[in-house]
């Protein structure tokens, strides 16, 4: 676990249980029902960024004798749990509370402090986007941003990236509710934009459960990562026969690697163990994030095409 993504995660922490005081008590005042959408969302979020911040510490106790391979999933699991609570309390919520509004209207009240309120908590988390874009660009690959993002390991930034990012499209969202409401003095507006945020953050939230499903299942490392393994040892002269890496992510930073090899047939058990620890030692150079290697040494007896034994191709 990177600490960039610990500052990242305290960063939001902070910016949201701020914005989240100042947003209930604006709601109080203003009666603004997307006001308490918005509070309610920001109390979800700060929630969420301490449980992210448990998993990571959960997930970096050593291994044990029932968890050989260490508890680093633990911080997708507690990602699949923020991701839940980000559908239930803040979409769901935040729709509940726009429809009891469409139904029971309330007087809208001066909407001077939702103003003040909406556009400093713009800025704030604003900053705290910002803040995470630019770690996770700094170790992102060549590919658009959001389909790097997706295919992310990291749920320390891609939570808060996604969180952020719904935070902001919310704000605006609620500033333009409060707007129309008042200018056209129809608290209709308010409401529905409340119903608005409930189903923006839905959305966030069901591709985080696709995110942490698809990583707490065990999920393959990226694939210029495998096919840089795949290349580095095909290359290898003492190599005959490479079957295809299988990797999987047991944290954001800790790959497991399996590979079956055939290595030349003139070599005693001398010169394959050396073989075998040289490549173990090249691989883990090269990929720092590779941490388990388990190498196979077995006879095939005839060299395979590249990838085409890979699975799923």
């Known amino acids: 676990m990177t600490g960039s993504s610990k500052i990242a995660i305290y960063g939001a922490l902070a910016a949201n249980l701020c914005i989240a005081a100042v947003k209930f008590i604006a709601a109080s005042v203003t009666g603004s029902s997307a006001m308490i959408s918005e509070g309610i969302h920001s109390t979800v979020d700060s929630g969420n960024s301490l449980l992210l911040l448990l998993g990571m510490k959960r997930s970096q106790r050593p291994p044990d004798r029932d968890h050989p391979f260490g508890h680093g999933k633990e911080i997708y699991f507690w990602a699949l749990i923020v991701a839940i609570l980000v559908f239930s309390l803040g979409g769901g919520m935040s729709v509940y509370e726009g429809i009891t509004h ?4 309330v007087e809208l009240r001066d909407p001077f402090w939702n103003y003040i309120v909406l556009g400093s908590s713009i800025i704030f988390e604003g900053a ?3 803040y995470a874009v630019k770690q996770f660009n700094k170790s992102r690959g060549s590919l658009g941003f959001w389909k790097e993002l997706s295919m992310s390991k990291d749920p320390g930034l891609f939570a808060v990236i996604y969180e952020e990012s719904a935070a902001i499209a919310g704000l605006l969202i609620a500033l333009a509710g409060v ?7 129809n608290p209709v507006y308010d409401a529905v934009a409340s119903i608005l945020i409930g189903l923006v953050l839905v959305t966030v939230a069901i591709t985080m459960v696709k995110e ?11 694939n210029e990562i495998v096919k840089g393994i795949y290349e580095m040892v095909n ?3 003492r190599v005959k026969t490479l079957y295809f890496p299988l990797t999987m992510h047991l944290a954001p930073n800790e790959i497991l690697l399996a590979l079956d090899v055939e290595f030349q047939k003139e070599m ?9 620890n040289q490549l173990e030692d090249s691989i883990k150079l090269k990929f720092p994030s590779v941490k388990k290697i388990y190498i196979e040494a077995k006879n095939f007896g005839g060299r395979q095409e ?4 890979y699975p799923g191709e």
């Open 212 to 222: 942490s499903k698809g990583l707490l299942v065990g999920e393959s490392a990226k």
């Open 235 to 237: 290359n290898e002269e």
């Open 102 to 105: 469409l139904q029971h209207p």
């Open 306 to 309: 590249p990838w085409k034994q």
């Open 128 to 130: 705290s986007l910002v």
């Open 179 to 185: 707007f129309l409401g008042h200018y056209f003095q």
């Open 268 to 276: 005693t058990v001398g010169e394959l163990f050396t073989a075998i």
